[in-house]
């Protein structure tokens, strides 16, 4: 029998499997064609569009209050700054100044929703790679986030605070002292989330070296946020070209040159700390003024190409606002991190193992919604 | 460099195109023919250094189909805005720019998807979001009587 001694056939021959469009460690509808020769990855063909809901042809048909709706619903991790993104975009078009008192809360919830991002972030890839706890400890401190959003804005994760020419409301009186609690309790409760995920060894063995990019390569992919910042490209949108008050506090730029997951990962811990620096610079500066400039019923804006690039908790979304003078915009196209993010996943997991794939994932931080729109 | 200066330069580097200064970038309109080759130059001249490519947007102008490429230049930190236009609404063809941003792929999928923008030398040019019985939503012409409702 001389034919039973080969090697099994799942080392031999390049197979297919699907991940996903329901697949735990996906976190959305997302579906990876994966090739495989045994457990190592030969090619991964990412499959999107299972949650298009077509948000720029919906633009192009309402007003410009109205889209600030949708740009919750696209990275819905980030809905404050998405808002903030088609704001600002709509006021440099009309060349509205907001008050220094707009500036500075936009800044603060700007800051509290990266927080709150990131943490959701530690939960999650906690939980992908094996650590349950992780997500216990992580959504019980976003709780005190949302409850701040929940208090000011009314809603938790689909805020739509900001609008053209400013907020929808003043903050609520407790709104400070809230912060200013959370921030309090945070800085005792972050080092814990070292102590739990990131000094673990099995944890880093998983990471270090896994998907490994270069800043060339970042670069020319596109790849922003701390994805890029991770490969060493310097691609922060607050330093380089700040809005809202962010030229008026002092922080740090992490950047590492690793460009592996575990520095991804690491990149998303130090900003926590960065943005609760951000934070109390501001907290207790907050000028008083109007909360809104007076807008025109109507909003239109002149005729002319307006583009707009903020720095959302996953990179750099630009929103590109095409106007021919009439109330809805002639074209919107919304340059969405996690779109960019996504296209250079097969060059990241080749020659990985499976197991591997989830934990690249996992750094990349995608959010499926803002991939498809 | 000022928009000024750099309009200027992109003039040079590309005499037979359009260059606007606009409210905030540069603008470079080109014919499709000469796309590749300026594109080329502007990524390559040490002056431009544009070695970053922000966004691919498809547009549709009513009887033109057309690319609006935003450039970076993560060195110079300053964007340079190209255009270019094809009036071939049955098959509008443009040169794809993946050989020289490897972002582009699937920027250029997503405009050939929703505007059906064929990019020439794509190495990958499928449908992106939508099966092939799909028309080509972005398009200003497009209509679905089911899934969109007319206000």
Not at chain 1, 49 to 78: A, F, N, V, W
Not at chain 1, 261 to 270: E, G, I, P, Q
Not at chain 2, 66 to 85: A, D, F, Q
């Amino acid at each position: 029998m001389e034919e039973a001694v080969k090697a099994p056939v799942a080392e031999q021959e390049e197979y297919v499997i699907n991940m996903g469009p329901q697949h735990p460690s996906t976190h959305g509808v997302l579906r990876l064609v994966v090739s495989l020769r045994g457990e190592i990855v030969r090619n991964v063909e990412p499959h999107i569009g299972y949650i298009h809901r077509g948000i720029e042809k919906m633009c192009e048909s309402i007003t410009y209050p109205q889209i600030i709706h949708l740009t919750d619903r696209m990275d819905y991790l980030s809905a404050h700054i998405n808002n903030e993104a088609v704001c600002l975009a709509v006021e440099k078009a009309l060349g509205i100044e907001v008050s220094d008192r707009v500036k500075y809360i936009r800044t603060i919830l700007s800051e509290l929703t990266r927080i709150q991002s990131h943490q959701l972030f530690w939960a999650t890839f906690g939980m992908d790679l094996g650590g349950l706890t992780c997500f216990f400890y992580g959504l019980r401190d976003r709780e005190m986030v949302l409850d701040i959003f929940e208090e000011t804005c009314g809603g938790r994760m689909i805020v739509s605070y900001n609008c053209p020419g400013g907020l929808m409301n003043d903050i609520h009186p407790n709104f400070q002292n809230r912060t200013k609690e959370f921030i309090k309790y945070f800085r005792k409760t972050l080092p814990e989330y070292d102590r739990l995920l990131t000094g673990n060894v099995i944890f880093q063995e998983r990471l270090r070296n896994i998907g490994t990019v270069t800043r060339e390569q970042a670069i020319a992919w596109g790849l922003t946020g701390p994805v890029g910042r991770a490969s060493g490209f310097s691609c922060d949108v607050r330093k380089h070209n700040p809005y809202s008050a962010y030229d008026r506090v002092t922080f740090n730029e992490i950047l590492y040159k690793e460009g592996d997951s575990f520095h991804r990962y690491k990149v998303r811990m130090d900003e926590m700390w960065e943005s609760m620096n951000i934070i109390e610079q501001l907290i207790d500066n907050i000028p008083p003024g109007a909360y809104a400039e007076k807008m025109k019923p109507v909003i239109k804006l002149p005729e002319g190409e307006y583009f707009q690039s903020v720095e959302t908790a996953r990179g750099e979304l630009g929103v590109y606002i095409v106007s021919d003078g009439n109330k809805n915009p002639y074209r919107v196209k919304f340059r969405s991190p996690n779109f960019v993010h996504l296209a250079p996943l097969n060059l990241m997991s080749k020659g990985a193992k499976i197991a591997d794939l989830v934990a690249i994932n996992g750094s990349l931080d995608l959010i499926i919604p803002d991939i498809d729109r | 460099m000022e928009n000024s200066q750099l309009a200027a330069l992109a003039a040079t580097i590309a005499p037979d195109a359009q260059v606007v200064q606009g409210k905030q970038f540069v603008e470079i309109t080109l014919r499709p023919a000469d796309l590749y080759a300026v594109a080329e130059k502007l990524k390559n001249n040490s002056d431009t250094a544009l070695d970053m490519l922000v966004s691919v947007t498809g547009m549709d102008y009513g009887t033109d189909l057309g690319t609006v490429y935003h450039l970076r230049s993560t060195v110079r930190n300053h964007m340079i805005v190209l255009k270019t236009r094809v009036s071939d609404r049955d098959n509008p063809e443009i040169d794809s720019l993946c050989a020289l941003w490897p972002a582009a792929e699937f920027h250029e999928r997503e405009a050939y998807d929703l505007l059906g923008i064929r990019f020439r030398n794509h190495p990958d040019l499928r449908r992106l979001f939508l099966d092939s019985t799909w028309g080509f939503p972005l398009r200003k012409d497009y209509k679905d009587d089911i899934n969109i409702l007319a206000r």
